[in-house]
T-cell receptor, first 114, second 110 residues
């Protein structure tokens, strides 16, 4: 069983640029969620995709957007990068939207904005 | 606003002792609660989840949930140095959207 994989693992961007982060969900999982974890903080919910539709969004501006593809992989796009966007971006998949399901996290993409 | 509050610590306990980690939550709509362990530079890994009032035991770990008090705790018995990590408490709503606390840093001293 293949786990959640994310790419790239590390990247450096400058303020104002755009970034795309990618995630492959665990086999059999149709729900993908993205979280932002700043240094010393807990993960913050960005949004969730279920069967290619956005299914909930946290308190993040519209310059954070995403996609989910028919194979349930997903992308997170961030436009007009700001210094505060520097964080670990975690993708998590789950087999559905049930509240009793756990999240399976990837190893994350560490973004540094200079 | 959904919030989960944790003491950030650091919490230090000697090897073999019981470590007690606590969190409170504000959203009464939260259905399930999770404890994740996160080693430095790594992604969170699930320790336990609980969704009914009372205690749930799994090996050296016991999770406790009190919905009336909106309180969740994790006890780690016979603490080991390998338990040294940050422990994240999270609540999940009916859409399986998780709201995490800031984490409690635990150090187990050999």
């Amino acid at each position: 069983e293949t786990g959640v994989t994310q790419s790239p693992t590390h990247l450096i961007k400058t303020r104002g640029q755009q970034v795309t982060l990618r995630c492959s969900s665990q086999s059999g999982h149709n729900t993908v969620s993205w979280y932002q974890q700043a240094l010393g903080q807990g993960p913050q919910f960005i949004f969730q995709y279920y069967r290619e539709e956005e299914n909930g969004r946290g308190n993040f501006p519209p310059r954070f957007s995403g996609l989910q593809f028919p194979n349930y992989s997903s992308e997170l796009n961030v436009n007009a990068l700001e210094l505060d966007d520097s964080a670990l971006y975690l993708c998590a998949s789950s087999p559905g939207r049930a509240a009793t399901g756990e999240l399976f996290f990837g190893e994350g993409s560490r973004l540094t904005v200079l | 606003q959904k919030e989960v509050e944790q003491n950030s610590g650091p919490l230090s306990v000697p090897e073999g002792a019981i470590a007690s980690l606590n969190c409170t939550y504000s959203d009464r709509g939260s259905q399930s609660f999770f404890w994740y362990r996160q080693y430095s530079g790594k992604s969170p890994e699930l320790i336990m989840f609980i969704y009914s009032n009372g205690d749930k035991e799994d090996g050296r770990f016991t999770a406790q949930l009190n919905k009336a008090s909106q309180y969740v705790s994790l006890l780690i018995r016979d603490s080991q140095p390998s338990d040294s990590a940050t422990y994240l408490c999270a609540g999940a709503n009916t859409g399986n959207q998780f709201y995490f606390g800031t984490g409690t840093s635990l150090t187990v001293i050999p």
